[in-house]
């Protein structure tokens, strides 16, 4: 039961911004959107959160709409490294501790 | 190396018989989580240690499906009378928190084949 939607694929270039988009219409209000990636073989890997302000660290950039409806994670310059499945995560409310994921965007990044 | 750590990486085993996989924690943190994923999908709750306490457990987790975590530290899953449709990676993770949210990290998992 994932409230988020997520394209399913893209291509990125090497060396060029990623961005990923994620649709979280009905996220309340005491409700943080979290991203996580999965290379392939490993467990998922925490990149960012974020709840209605913009976020930043050395992995990506977090976009919050004013509306909290959608959000983008930025990387910013894509390696191949950066090869993964990205997951974008609503979590929050009484069930905090649960990471509730869906099938997230594939994210190839071509030289 | 001081993340999460899983034993064994990679599980074959014949139909019915039992298998135990562990998680050791990062140190001190005080939740621990099971999921549990299948080719081609994303990761799926299965249960949740806080402390010694299982606090929840999923409706995926049928019977054959035990899950400790003695003394709050290492925990065990253990799957009696295995199926082929428990064929899957299982994954832990742990987190420090109580109520507050924060992130989890997680293993490498475990890959059991069922043949």
């Known amino acids: 039961d994932a409230k988020t939607t997520q394209p399913p694929s893209m291509d990125c270039a090497e060396g060029r911004a990623a961005n990923l988009p994620c649709n979280h219409s009905t996220i309340s209000g005491n409700e943080y959107v979290y991203w996580y990636r999965q290379i392939h073989s490993q467990g998922p890997q925490y990149i960012i959160h974020?709840?209605?302000n913009n976020e930043t660290n050395e992995m990506a950039s977090l976009i919050i709409t004013e509306d909290r409806k959608s959000s983008t994670l930025i990387l910013p310059h894509a390696t191949l490294r950066d090869t993964a499945v990205y997951y974008c995560i609503v979590r929050g409310g009484l069930n905090d501790y649960k990471l509730s994921f869906g099938a997230g965007t594939t994210v190839t990044v071509r030289a | 190396d001081t993340g999460v750590s899983q034993d064994p990486r990679h599980k074959i085993t014949k139909r019915g018989q039992n298998v135990t996989f562990r998680c050791d924690p990062i140190s001190e943190h005080n939740r621990l989580y099971w999921y549990r994923q299948t080719l081609g999908q994303g990761p799926e709750f299965l249960t949740y240690?806080?402390?010694?306490?299982?606090l929840e457990k999923s409706r995926l987790l049928s019977d054959r499906f035990s899950a400790e975590r003695p003394k709050g530290s290492f925990s065990t899953l253990e799957i009696q009378r295995t199926e082929q449709g428990d064929s899957a990676m299982y994954l832990c993770?742990?987190?420090w928190g109580q109520g507050s949210l924060s992130e989890a990290f997680f293993g490498q998992g475990t890959r059991l084949t069922v043949v």
């Open positions: 993770a742990s987190s």
């Open positions: 240690f806080q402390n010694e306490a299982q």
């Open positions: 974020g709840l209605k």
